[in-house]
């Protein structure tokens, strides 16, 4: 019962801000939401480095989904980019090597900070900064998005529980199912089929194959976020949502879901820059 009550009170929020807020507005709601994954993050990622500044990664992710988002954008894309391909390294082995210097950070804590920072940037900020980006090719591709991870989620939950006989990864999500995972793969690309006709009024092959590697990325993100999880011997990232667990737990699958969707619609030069 908690689960449905926080999906119908968060749903029509995201919608209406995916409908009603343009661009950097857009951009700021969806970070204030991200801050809530990026300090569970830091979190879990205590138990390996308690004594490392993870917290930076409050500024540090928003921060790099502000350059990405800028430097993919139409304006800036030609010069941006090469920009951010200098910028974004230099800031991850220079800029993290030199703040976890000053920190003090303990020798021993040191390369699983340098882990849990240099992983989380890109974990946490290339999510935001697709999601910003993915609106201004058009609200309904949030649509699409939303559709092909949360529907696709339902079906492996329903069908796992009922049917589920092999497990997926024991070890990391025991619950997990191949037939579970099966039917969200069918199940999101449905979606996709039946969004790309009403939205579309066609069925494009293109399209149906972006929608199946974001299906694949979405269950890859949330096994990925369970084995964050496993590794610090927690069960949830947070109590924020009731019956959800955390903010990450929420939007795990997005993590990838979001960047594999926008690079499949880049592919098919849908809101590729400079079109």
Do not use: N
């Not at 343009?22 to 809530?36: R, S």
């Amino acid at each position: 019962m908690k689960r449905l009550f926080t999906a119908a009170v968060g749903a029509p929020i995201i919608l209406a801000a995916v409908f009603l807020l343009k661009g950097w507005w857009f951009f700021a709601v969806m970070a204030l939401i991200f801050e809530g994954a990026v300090w569970e993050y830091a979190e879990i990622g205590r138990s390996h480095a308690p004594r490392a500044p993870l917290r930076l990664l409050l500024v540090m992710s928003p921060a790099a989904a502000v350059a990405l988002s800028f430097a993919l954008s139409e304006p800036a894309a030609a010069g941006g980019l090469r920009l951010l391909l200098l910028a974004g390294p230099l800031a991850l082995s220079v800029g993290l090597g030199t703040v976890l210097l000053f920190s003090r950070t303990p020798l021993e804590e040191m390369l699983p900070a340098l882990g849990i920072l240099g992983f989380g940037v890109p974990y946490l900020a290339l999510p935001l900064s697709s999601l910003h980006l993915l609106q201004g090719i058009d609200p309904w591709v949030i649509v699409l998005l939303l559709a092909i991870v949360w529907l696709g989620d339902t079906a492996a939950f329903y069908v796992g529980s009922r049917v589920g006989r092999h497990k997926m990864a024991p070890v990391i999500s025991p619950k997990k199912s191949w037939e579970g995972a099966i039917a969200s793969f069918v199940v999101a690309v449905a979606a996709a089929a039946v969004w790309d006709v009403c939205r579309r009024g066609r069925l494009e092959p293109g399209l149906l194959a972006a929608a199946a590697l974001t299906a694949v990325a979405a269950q890859i993100g949330d096994l990925v976020e369970s084995m964050l999880k496993r590794s610090s011997g927690v069960k949830d990232s947070g109590q924020m949502l009731p019956g959800h667990g955390g903010m990450l737990d929420r939007v795990d699958a997005l993590l990838f879901a979001a960047p594999v969707l926008l690079f499949g619609l880049w592919l098919l030069g849908m809101g590729l820059p400079g079109k």
